[in-house]
């Protein structure tokens, strides 16, 4: 036996670790948007920092063969935020902005969108819209712009009035960028326009979620005379929810894509009077909110009068990989092959005019072709290796595991480390170094999203919802068989002390459908002995996240169907086998914004702490951390700071003190990282001299106190580190335990086989008995209820373990072995 007495130490603020390397972490960028000049160069926008290994921040423009055009790049300067790009006359690009408040960085000066460039890159000094789109007296933004023949440029948006000048959500400019007061729209479209094209004869089409133009029904469709008035000879027979992309063909015929309603619900025809075009016929896999996107264009019309579009679902197995194409009836064109298509729904498509199509987003494997967010497609729709530039952003760590031997297993939005080419998934040794043989041996199409490790060494992952394992190679371990969990994506796993898999997940939160946890056996196979109710009241409408807890029973987050068959979030307990633990009462969460569970903790006395999104707590005002009793009871004497923002991860340190990660702030305390005591006040010895510039997702306590942190960061502590990062932090494996109570705990016999007794110091306050395995899991948990204690080890396999006493003094751990 080992015996480590925690003694205290002086307090000094958390630094970066010098011992460990700092990476250099880049991921696909995302690409919003495409558009070909007349010479065929392609200018792209997004989110993105590194084109072809050089700094081009969000607008990149390229030559046909991939390459960069550095003189665009170079008199273009700094730029961000850009969200659309539409052609404008002689070459001039209209720029528009993805920020809130329409606010567009380029060149180094900001400016409200849209931002007219000139086709070499330079800013067009003459245009300037001044103080832009503005709703009830605040900043607003634009969905789309469209610029006329004659220098002017039509807005549409969410915005009352802009540059000063009030404008139902669409206004005509003049060549400087001033409001033309001769478009005359009246009271406009009743609820935002989401896009506008030209229409024959200087008439225009708009298209969005309004139910009337000017007064007039018109069911999220209208066509407008070049003034802005309403064109009453445009009339058709069928209301549409939302019309969010619209094509007019060389003909007059108009494409609509969208939520339709009708017998094509979601991608349809019309002739030029604004009839159904009965000629036009869509495969039924076509289904509602199929084909649609609120970014770009999601449909374009080749000469010949056949569609290129894209789906919001992979419905390969229908042959359409998420990227088809129609022949000009509508019915679906065999002849079009785009192979297995992208991993992720694409943002946008460009027709370009030597017959290939350029199709963007954020996928990280289009057909075997990985980590190029801009995929250039053949007129028969397969990758074209001609034009494949490397768009890039800063990586993002989701998930981080420690093997026994030191070495980091790292998960997130990842396609290149240290210059290495890599997918998603790498091994970091013991000193921040890429452990190059084992990530050059792993092949992910998606980013990891979820980690576990088994106790052999091989890894368990979540990529794109599916859940895989790697060798201790990194090789993929074709032994693994999941079995019950390839109808819902996949959102978290466990690995219990058995070795045994849980796993977690749902499709979607408004429609209920296969939401569940299901344990699987080592190889993959369904446990059987495990069965989670599926339906009816107490059963799992929306999985979220879930946590082990050391009695062998399961916490499960996420929204359940309640007495009254309405959704109720919460937690609920399982047993061991997946049934409800009915001891366990959890009460509602609430949050006025957006919702989610993201981490559960829990504490060796049985308390859960709840990271996330929301806002209260059984009617108790509770900002993103929440304390429960073991039962499920709100612990008001946990009264954590007022958080502003998204907790994503919640750590229980050795010591019982409680490490924060995410994306928020909170008076007077550290940004994005912060430790509470046990009661939720801040911990002072917890400084900001090392903090993360955004948000961090994951948090890791080593063994020898050290603490990792992953996320979506670019610095640290205002030193560059992405993504990963290690910092040296005071009070993190003890409090000042005196070493009296260390002296006065007993533990015997050593080494351990199927017993290990326990008395702790008399004159102190013992409180809870862990023993945790190499891989600090808690795999045996007990209270302490008299003069000593004993755990009964003939259930575990032999090796080292750590015993942790836990007083009220502090924390006692000794060193086990079991035979």
């Known amino acids: 036996m080992v015996l480590i007495i925690l003694a205290g130490q002086p307090a000094t603020a958390q630094t970066l670790d010098p011992g460990f390397a700092a990476a250099s972490i880049y991921a696909p960028g995302q690409v919003f948007a495409v558009v070909e000049q007349a010479d065929g160069r392609r200018v792209a926008v997004g989110t993105f920092t590194r084109v072809n290994g050089t700094a081009t921040p969000s607008i990149a423009c390229f030559n046909p063969d991939g390459s960069l055009d550095a003189t665009f790049r170079q008199n273009l300067g700094p730029a961000s935020a850009a969200f659309r790009v539409r052609k404008a006359n002689n070459g001039q690009l209209l720029i528009t902005s993805y920020a809130f408040d329409g606010t567009l960085t380029i060149g180094g000066v900001s400016r409200q969108e849209p931002v007219r460039l000139n086709a070499n890159g330079t800013v067009d000094a003459a245009f300037n819209t001044g103080t832009g789109a503005t709703k009830a007296g605040r900043r607003s933004y634009l969905n789309d712009v469209l610029a006329l023949p004659n220098g002017q440029t039509l807005v549409v948006g969410e915005f009352d009035a802009f540059n000063g000048v009030p404008a139902p959500g669409i206004a005509r400019l003049t060549a400087s960028g001033a409001v033309d007061a001769g478009f005359t729209p009246g009271t406009g479209a009743s609820r935002a326009i989401g896009t506008i094209v030209a229409a024959p004869g200087g008439k225009?089409?708009?298209?969005?979620?309004?139910?009337?133009?000017?007064?007039?029904?018109?069911?999220?469709?209208?066509?407008?005379?070049?003034?802005?008035?309403?064109?009453?000879?445009?009339?058709?027979?069928?209301?549409?929810?939302?019309?969010?992309?619209?094509?007019?063909?060389?003909?007059?015929?108009?494409?609509?894509?969208?939520?339709?309603?009708?017998?094509?619900?979601?991608?349809?025809?019309?002739?030029?009077?604004?009839?159904?075009?009965?000629?036009?016929?869509?495969?039924?896999?076509?289904?509602?909110?199929?084909?649609?996107?609120?970014?770009?264009?999601?449909?374009?019309?080749?000469?010949?009068?056949?569609?290129?579009?894209?789906?919001?679902?992979?419905?390969?197995?229908?042959?359409?990989?998420?990227?088809?194409?129609?022949?000009?009836?509508?019915?679906?064109?065999?002849?079009?092959?785009?192979?297995?298509?992208?991993?992720?729904?694409?943002?946008?498509?460009?027709?370009?005019?030597?017959?290939?199509?350029?199709?963007?987003?954020?996928?990280?494997?289009?057909?075997?072709?990985?980590?190029?967010?801009?995929?250039?497609?053949?007129?028969?729709?397969?990758?074209?290796?001609?034009?494949?530039?490397?768009?890039?952003?800063?990586?993002?760590?989701?998930?981080?595991?420690?093997?026994?031997?030191?070495?980091?297993?790292?998960?997130?939005?990842?396609?290149?480390?240290?210059?290495?080419?890599?997918?998603?998934?790498?091994?970091?040794?013991?000193?921040?170094?890429?452990?190059?043989?084992?990530?050059?041996?792993?092949?992910?199409?998606?980013?990891?999203?979820?980690?576990?490790?088994?106790?052999?060494?091989?890894?368990?992952?979540?990529?794109?919802?599916?859940?895989?394992?790697?060798?201790?190679?990194?090789?993929?371990?074709?032994?693994?068989?999941?079995?019950?969990?390839?109808?819902?994506?996949?959102?978290?796993?466990?690995?219990?002390?058995?070795?045994?898999?849980?796993?977690?997940?749902?499709?979607?939160?408004?429609?209920?459908v296969s939401a569940k946890v299901v344990r699987l056996l080592p190889d993959g196979s369904r446990d059987a002995t495990f069965a989670q109710p599926e339906t009816g009241p107490g059963s799992l409408n929306q999985f979220e996240t879930m946590a082990l807890q050391p009695n062998g029973k399961i916490l499960v987050a996420g929204s359940y169907i309640g007495a009254n068959g309405q959704d109720f979030r919460t937690l609920v307990r399982l047993e061991s086998n997946g049934t409800a633990d009915l001891s366990f009462q959890g009460r509602e969460f609430a949050s006025s914004l957006q919702f989610s569970f993201f981490s559960l903790a829990v504490q060796p006395e049985g308390k859960i702490l709840v990271g996330g999104s929301f806002s209260a707590y059984d009617g108790k005002a509770r900002a993103g951390l929440v304390r429960l009793q073991a039962d499920g009871a709100l612990d008001a004497g946990f009264t954590p700071p007022a958080f502003s923002g998204t907790i994503n991860k919640v750590l229980l340190q050795p010591n019982n003190r409680i490490l924060v990660g995410g994306g928020f702030t909170s008076p007077g305390l550290p940004t994005n990282l912060l430790r509470l005591l046990p009661d939720g006040q801040a911990d002072a010895t917890f400084a900001s001299t090392a903090a993360p510039d955004a948000g961090v997702h994951t948090l890791l306590a080593q063994p020898d106190g050290k603490l990792v942190a992953g996320g979506s960061f670019t610095s640290f502590g205002g030193q560059p580190r992405m993504a990963l990062a290690r910092i040296t932090a005071p009070n993190v494996l003890h409090v000042a335990t005196p070493r009296a109570v260390a002296g006065h705990t007993a533990v015997w016999p050593v080494p351990a086989h199927a017993t290990l007794h326990v008395a702790p110091d008399a004159a102190a306050h013992a409180q809870t008995l862990d023993l945790l395995d190499a891989l600090g899991r808690t795999v045996l948990h007990q209270e302490f209820s008299g003069a000593s204690a004993t755990l009964a080890l003939d259930t575990l396999p032999a090796g080292m373990y750590l015993l942790r006493v836990t007083y009220a003094e502090g924390i006692v751990s000794h060193r086990v072995q079991v035979q």
């Open 204 to 512: 225009l089409l708009i298209g969005g979620y309004f139910q009337r133009y000017n007064g007039t029904l018109c069911y999220s469709l209208a066509r407008l005379n070049a003034d802005g008035s309403f064109d009453n000879t445009f009339t058709r027979g069928r209301a549409y929810n939302s019309v969010d992309n619209i094509v007019v063909q060389a003909n007059g015929n108009i494409i609509l894509a969208g939520d339709l309603n009708g017998p094509h619900p979601t991608l349809d025809r019309l002739l030029p009077t604004g009839a159904n075009d009965q000629t036009f016929a869509p495969p039924t896999a076509l289904r509602a909110y199929s084909v649609a996107s609120y970014i770009s264009d999601a449909v374009q019309v080749q000469p010949d009068g056949k569609i290129v579009f894209f789906t919001n679902y992979d419905l390969t197995g229908l042959g359409i990989p998420r990227v088809g194409r129609l022949n000009s009836d509508g019915s679906l064109d065999a002849s079009f092959q785009a192979g297995t298509g992208p991993s992720l729904n694409p943002y946008a498509l460009a027709l370009l005019t030597n017959g290939t199509v350029l199709v963007a987003g954020q996928f990280t494997d289009f057909s075997g072709t990985y980590n190029r967010p801009l995929m250039q497609l053949t007129s028969a729709g397969a990758p074209d290796a001609t034009f494949r530039p490397l768009i890039q952003a800063p990586g993002t760590v989701n998930v981080v595991a420690q093997q026994p031997d030191g070495r980091l297993v790292v998960g997130g939005n990842l396609s290149e480390v240290n210059g290495q080419p890599v997918h998603h998934l790498v091994r970091f040794n013991a000193d921040g170094s890429l452990d190059a043989a084992f990530s050059a041996n792993v092949v992910l199409g998606n980013r990891v999203t979820g980690l576990a490790l088994q106790p052999d060494d091989r890894v368990l992952t979540l990529s794109g919802g599916v859940l895989r394992r790697q060798l201790p190679s990194g090789l993929p371990d074709n032994t693994l068989n999941p079995q019950g969990v390839a109808d819902f994506p996949s959102r978290a796993i466990l690995v219990q002390p058995n070795g045994r898999i849980l796993v977690g997940g749902s499709i979607g939160a408004a429609v209920r």
